[in-house]
Every structure is written in structure tokens, then in C-alpha cells.
């Protein structure tokens, strides 16, 4: 039968008794790191071009809205049809909408491309309605723009 003796002298069996302490402690605080903080940029860039989308919906001002979308978005969507799709959002409210400056950021995602900067949940709100846009921003030619358009709250 193997048996482990202590080493000689009490010094030394102290010491593999600190460095197995140290080499646990170390394994456990690296379960608890803080998840990685989000690049600044990219949550900037990203809530800024979705803030101004929200708001160019609200103030009916569809062009500017269109001109946010990439070159595929704006395909998918006139102006008209994001008039109409606003229109559809907020039918059971009266009267405008506003930004309400409640707005939600990720940099990762599931869905996530390479090219994309971030995802933006901004919240729209009016008289008897609660809504929100929610918008993929990506990089096209040097410049932020969305997308990909969720209509309404989940």
C-alpha cells in the first residue's frame, strides 16, 4: 500500500498547504469574473443610429428613416412601406409617438454577423400605446446602418 508522509520538516508541508490553498482560491475567482464590458464605441454608435431611426419615425420623416437602412434593408422597405409599418405598430394608440429614451444595447447576440456593430431596443411611446423598434446596426462601407427592423415590443 503507498502511503504519503509529510515532508520533513514542518516549513515545507506548510508551504504545499499555502500554495494548494493559493492554487484553489485562484481556480474559484476565475469562475466569478465580470462578464466583459461592452466596447464604448460600438454601444454608442449602435444606440445613436437607432435613437435617430426611432425618432425619425415618430416625426414622420420616413425618408430620413430609409436613409439609415443598408443597401438590402432599403430593399426590403420603401419609405411608404416603413410609414405603413410604423402606422401598423401604433394603430391602437392616439395620437404621436415619442422616444421615450428607454433604450436596451447588446454587442453579442446569437444571430450576430461579422459585420454587425450592435443590437437597439428603443422603446416608442404615445397615448394609449407602448411600443419599440428594435434594430440590427452594421458596418456598410465604412458607415452604420441598419440592417435588420423588429417591429414592436416583444
Not at 454601444?43 to 415618430?58: C, E, G, P
Not at 420623416?61 to 430609409?66: G, K, L, Q
Not at 446569437?110 to 428603443?122: E, K, L, M, S
Request: aromatic share 8%.
Amino acid at each position: 500500500m503507498l502511503s504519503i508522509k509529510p515532508p520533513r520538516s514542518t516549513l515545507s508541508w506548510l508551504g504545499l498547504k499555502l500554495l494548494s490553498i493559493t492554487l484553489i482560491a485562484l481556480s474559484l475567482s476565475a469562475c466569478f469574473e465580470e462578464a466583459p464590458q461592452a466596447n464604448p464605441r460600438a454601444k454608442d454608435v449602435t444606440v445613436s443610429t437607432a435613437t435617430n431611426f426611432a425618432r425619425a419615425l415618430v416625426s414622420s420623416d420616413f425618408t430620413e428613416a430609409h436613409a439609415l437602412l443598408s443597401t438590402q434593408a432599403q430593399q426590403r422597405y420603401s419609405a411608404a412601406q416603413l410609414q405603413q409599418a410604423y402606422a401598423d405598430m401604433t394603430s391602437y394608440g392616439d395620437g404621436p409617438g415619442a422616444v421615450d429614451g428607454h433604450v436596451e444595447f447588446m454587442d453579442d447576440w446569437p444571430a450576430r454577423q461579422a459585420q454587425d456593430i450592435g443590437w437597439a431596443y428603443v422603446s416608442i411611446t404615445g397615448a394609449g400605446f407602448i411600443e419599440a423598434v428594435t434594430v440590427v446596426v452594421a458596418e456598410e462601407n465604412g458607415a452604420a446602418k441598419i440592417r435588420e427592423i423588429e417591429w414592436g415590443r416583444p
